[in-house]
């Protein structure tokens, strides 16, 4: 069965420390892997897309990495501010069929204080 | 900032009413999708489009009817509405393309009582 999990489901910092988010995925077989970001009450803003040759793409503070082996990837947020509280989602991508299919995890709810 | 739009953004209304939600984009984009979220909850596709006059209903069953008459503009409807349909539905899009950016309106919050 494709699935993505996300851990954690949600996570507290103090401005300006940096955080890792991970996701792991059972999807098959890939295509590319999607990371949102989701502020409450509003539609996902994409931060990377990589296929199955990247192992990292960055997005100013947010650095993305993919392990296609392991079927993980992690989302880095370096000195985190105040905006970057919002749920943070991994997507991935399937190539078995033409619609591209998109499996979606739950998120992680990242909340950041001052 | 993407180009695709919701209206209306809040809606709540009686049990027994017909609603259409409105999606559109000027990105020019075919493929067009809905999706329903409940809070702290993964996105589930509920109807997706390729094109003009294409429609097809997604992985999670709902009762809701979409059309596509212009590849701008990809309405929801529900007939009757019920607590059940209680969500929040986002309209995404996306150009063809295997690794392309999905771009997702604001969202319409619903709530049925």
């Known amino acids: 069965k494709n699935q993505v999990e996300q851990s954690p489901q949600s996570l507290i910092i103090l401005e300006g420390k940096n955080c890792t988010l991970q996701c792991n995925y059972t999807v098959s077989p890939f295509s590319n892997l999607r990371w949102y970001k989701q502020d409450t009450g509003r539609g996902p803003v994409s931060l990377t897309i990589m296929t199955f040759s990247e192992n990292t793409k960055s997005n100013g503070r947010y650095t993305a990495t993919l392990d296609a082996d392991t079927k993980q990837s992690s989302l880095h947020i370096t000195a985190s501010q105040l905006s970057d509280s919002a749920s943070y989602i991994c997507v991935v991508s399937d190539r078995g069929s033409t619609l591209g299919r998109l499996y979606f995890g739950r998120g992680t709810q990242l909340t950041v204080w001052p | 900032e993407a180009d695709i739009y919701q209206t209306p953004r809040y809606l709540v209304i009686g049990t027994g009413k017909k609603i259409t939600l409105e999606c559109s984009q000027t990105m020019g984009h075919d493929k067009m999708y809905w999706y329903q979220q409940d809070p702290g909850m993964e996105l589930h596709l509920i109807h997706y489009?390729?094109?003009?006059?294409?429609?097809e209903k997604g992985d999670l069953s709902s009762e809701s009817t979409v059309s596509r008459i212009r590849t701008e503009h990809f309405p929801l409807t529900l007939e009757s509405a019920r607590p059940s349909h209680t969500s929040q539905y986002l309209c995404?899009?996306?150009?063809?393309?295997?690794?392309?950016?999905?771009?997702f309106g604001p969202g319409t919050r619903l709530t049925v009582t």
């Open positions: 489009s390729y094109g003009v006059n294409s429609t």
């Open positions: 995404a899009s996306t150009r063809q393309g295997a690794s392309v950016e999905q771009y």
